[in-house]
């Protein structure tokens, strides 16, 4: 048996905080299997233990640098501690861990002592309450018995009532449901999902060889022909709810993480603290023999970090290393992992593959033989396009992949304006040199097509309006121009002159008011420009800062670790909503850098995976005209991805508007590429943050942008910045109230109801 990291954090820590229970399920692990400790153990955890706990718990954040860690208090029944104790409670341990990091609070009750005011406690400490619930009321009075012998359903459907009112929805993280195979899948599943949980998980009851589980006659694989019927009918309904078995054989199929321990070789990062202040490992080993969780030590003699070496937890910390020859030889050991630990018990060790072996096998082989049908996403993007987009914490690669999307999009339609060029008149010149430029140097014709307002003008262009049809196909040679001199390639070009200007996109703009509308011959050298126009000809460093007489180049903002483009001159920057200023002058340009610089400063700050995306997809700034309100604003355009136009304001406005409107950028280069509303069953939808009700499309856009916004002020609300406490909240619940009525509205597809779930779940761990 080779040890595990030994001293590698722990996050997650159970606290049994009462230990008996108001319920008597026959399956219960904690009082019906091998280990009976709970009868030497106190009822309660007394005041002193759990402090001392928490003492432990931020001793060990601290000494790992963690994020956060994760706190479930559980029992027997927590609920049972009463709604003062327990206030207490959740208030020492906020009191002493929150100051050293981040506490993520959760409870697993069985719901029956759940009551209004209950609630408002454990809305008020932000706790996620999970529920146990075994399915309809046959199915879940099976063991979810009082002792008198009768059923708890009634109670857990009252609190579970309770929890999918608005005011608690947001503390409402799922339900679980121990699996007996006695009961109808398809009826369990359908009656859990009417519960609208955030979340189901399904667990296998807990068994050992020495104590296998109870199967039908003949039913070798019951479990997995029971859990594959659940799986196929899930799949069915477009995977409406997060299911934690199959998402993790999903990711680890793809070879990401399990995310769970009873299934993958992710590392046992859990350690429990009993009502006596004993450490303990996951509550599942009671069933494998009497004393199986124990570790010997106490929070009073010991640190998480001891806990973490214990050789129990260190095996079970050791992948595939620790597992039975036979399972680490198995083809599906990446994604089985041998199961929860307690379950390869038998015969006094724990070197056995999963008492379910048979079923994980024919499960696990199951889904990945019947895959989710792939969202439909064009240019060969992965199926988890959507979550990694839909995460809060920011993904370069995804943006990367939406940039690529972009481009093509734009050399798509690039191509269909050369169709419209006459042959051999104005542009086709200009054509012919982009697409060899295309062949000679792809990257530099890219950086110019990934340029916001190229696009723009493309699609103005083919439609015949607005700038774009104004400035023509032949402005094809500016951007072979462009894109020469990106790459240092000499050409000889005629560049349309509209109304004395003549604009080389990301290069700048050439002053010739003698010219009017009209075309100039552009040649490009190493580094320079010459323009010529009857009379005039101008010579250029295009590199060179400030303007020049007849030259304003595409000036820059920048920060240490990023640069855009400050763009007050393309004449197709002006298709966003609120209308955009003229050219800056050098000071007004100089406040833009420097705000700039500072807001990024934020950004990077608060939310530095948002600094990644930004850095992979924003192209630029548009400064727009100041509004008579004077209030800060920002805009983003639908064919000008990678674009945001805003106001002049202060540096951590600017940051908001920056993350908030690339939001509504990459929703833009999203919907490009994938269908997220059902456009057959078009609805209104009433949302927070505007008085007229929303289309599908623009409340899905509102929730994405919102949602950042929100998470922008809950981290300043964390660092106790004035007035963040209530911006936080605004924007949380206009977020989450249009979540609930988008999802209620049926309006979108399956990849758009994957992306609003996925928001949702990015936000359930917020703060109240
Ligand atoms: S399927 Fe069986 S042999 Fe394979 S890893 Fe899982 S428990 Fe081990």
Same mark, same amino acid.
């Given at each position: 048996m080779a040890p595990g990291p030994a001293r590698a954090a722990l996050t997650e820590f159970v606290l049994k905080v009462h230990a008996r229970c108001d319920l008597a399920c026959d399956h219960c692990y904690v009082y019906e299997h091998a280990d009976q400790s709970w009868r030497r153990r106190p009822v309660r955890m007394t005041p002193e233990v759990l402090r001392t706990a928490a003492g432990r718990i931020a001793e060990h954040a601290a000494a790992h640098d963690l994020p956060d860690v994760t706190v479930i208090l559980h029992g027997g029944e927590p609920l049972l501690l009463g709604a003062e104790r327990l206030g207490e409670v959740l208030a020492d341990l906020r009191r002493v861990i929150a100051p050293v990091t981040r506490l993520r609070l959760g409870m697993q009750t069985?719901? +029956? $002592? $759940?009551s209004e005011r209950l609630c408002d406690l454990l809305a008020e400490h932000d706790v996620a309450v999970g529920v146990s619930l075994d399915g309809d009321r046959a199915a879940n009075d099976r063991h979810r018995r009082f002792r008198s012998g009768a059923g708890s359903y009634d109670q857990v459907l009252r609190a579970l009532g309770l929890l999918r009112r608005p005011a608690y929805r947001r503390i409402y993280s799922g339900l679980l449901c121990t699996v007996d195979v006695r009961n109808d899948p398809i009826a369990v599943y359908e009656s859990l999902l009417a519960q609208e949980p955030p979340r189901i998980d399904f667990l296998l009851p807990h068994a050992t060889w020495d104590d296998p589980p109870w199967r039908p006659a003949g039913g070798g694989t019951a479990y997995a022909g029971w859990l594959r019927a659940v799986y196929d009918r899930w799949l069915a309904d477009g995977r409406p709810v997060s299911v934690r078995l199959f998402d993790s054989l999903l990711s680890t199929a793809a070879g990401g993480p399990s995310g769970t321990e009873w299934l993958g070789l992710d590392p046992v990062d859990l350690a429990v603290v009993e009502t006596d202040g004993e450490w303990e490992q996951?509550?599942? $080993?009671?069933?494998?023999?009497?004393?199986? &969780?124990?570790?010997?030590?106490?929070v009073f003699s010991h640190a998480a970090d001891d806990v973490a070496a214990s050789p129990l937890l260190a095996r079970r910390r050791s992948g595939r290393a620790g597992l039975s020859d036979e399972c680490r030889r198995c083809p599906v050991v990446d994604q089985?992992?041998?199961?929860?630990?307690?379950?390869?018990?038998g015969t006094g060790h724990f070197?056995? &593959?999963? +008492?379910y072996c048979a079923d994980l096998k024919e499960l696990i082989v199951h889904v990945n033989e019947n895959p989710p049908a792939p969202v439909r996403l064009d240019a060969g993007l992965p199926d988890d396009f959507i979550d990694r987009l839909a995460?809060?914490?920011?993904d370069r690669v995804a943006i990367g992949r939406l940039v690529e999307a972009q481009i093509a999009i734009v050399r798509a339609l690039l191509a269909e304006v050369a169709d419209r060029l006459p042959a051999g008149g104005a542009g086709a010149d200009g054509w012919e040199a982009l697409t060899a430029l295309d062949h000679s140097a792809p990257e530099s014709v890219a950086r110019i097509a990934a340029h916001p307002y190229v696009r723009a003008w493309a699609v103005d262009c083919l439609a015949g309006s607005g700038t774009g049809a104004r400035q023509g196909p032949d402005y094809l040679s500016a951007l072979a121009v462009a894109a020469a001199l990106d790459a240092g390639t000499p050409v000889r070009l005629d560049v349309p002159v509209r109304s004395g200007r003549l604009h080389l996109p990301t290069v700048g703009t050439v002053l010739l008011p003698e010219v009017g509308d009209g075309a100039a011959r552009v040649e490009t050298g190493p580094g320079s420009l010459r323009v010529a126009a009857g009379d005039v000809t101008v010579a250029i460093r295009p590199g060179t800062p400030g303007d020049a007489p007849r030259w304003w180049p595409t000036r820059v903002l920048a920060a240490p670790d990023v640069s855009v483009l400050l763009e007050d001159g393309d004449p197709h920057r002006d298709c966003h909503r609120l209308p955009a200023g003229d050219r800056l002058d050098d000071a007004g340009a100089a406040r833009w850098a420097e705000t700039f610089a500072a807001a990024w400063q934020v950004i990077r700050d608060e939310v530095p995976g948002h600094a990644e995306e930004l850095r992979a997809g924003l192209r630029a700034v548009v400064p727009l005209r100041r509004s008579g309100a004077g209030v800060s604003e920002a805009s983003t355009a639908r064919q000008a991805f990678g674009g945001v136009a805003a106001t002049e304001t202060d540096a951590g406005s600017l940051a908001v508007l920056l993350v908030h409107e690339f939001q509504h950028s990459k929703m833009n280069a999203l919907l490009d590429i994938c269908d997220l509303v059902d456009g057959t069953r078009p609805i209104d939808i009433t949302v927070g943050w505007r008085p007229d009700p929303r289309p599908a499309e623009a409340v899905l856009h509102g929730i994405y942008a919102h949602a950042a916004v929100a998470d922008m002020w809950r981290i300043r609300a964390d660092r106790q910045v004035d007035g963040a406490q209530a911006v936080y909240r605004r924007y949380r619940d206009w977020t989450a109230e249009a979540i609930g009525a988008l999802q209620r509205a049926d309006a979108l597809t399956p990849a758009g109801s994957r992306l609003v779930r996925q928001v949702a779940r990015s936000m359930s761990g917020w703060p109240s």
């Open positions: 069985n719901g +029956v $002592l $759940l996951a509550d599942s $080993l009671k069933t494998a023999y009497d004393g199986a &969780p124990a570790t010997g030590m106490t089985c992992g041998g199961g929860l630990f307690a379950h390869r018990y070197d056995h &593959p999963s +008492v995460a809060l914490t920011g």
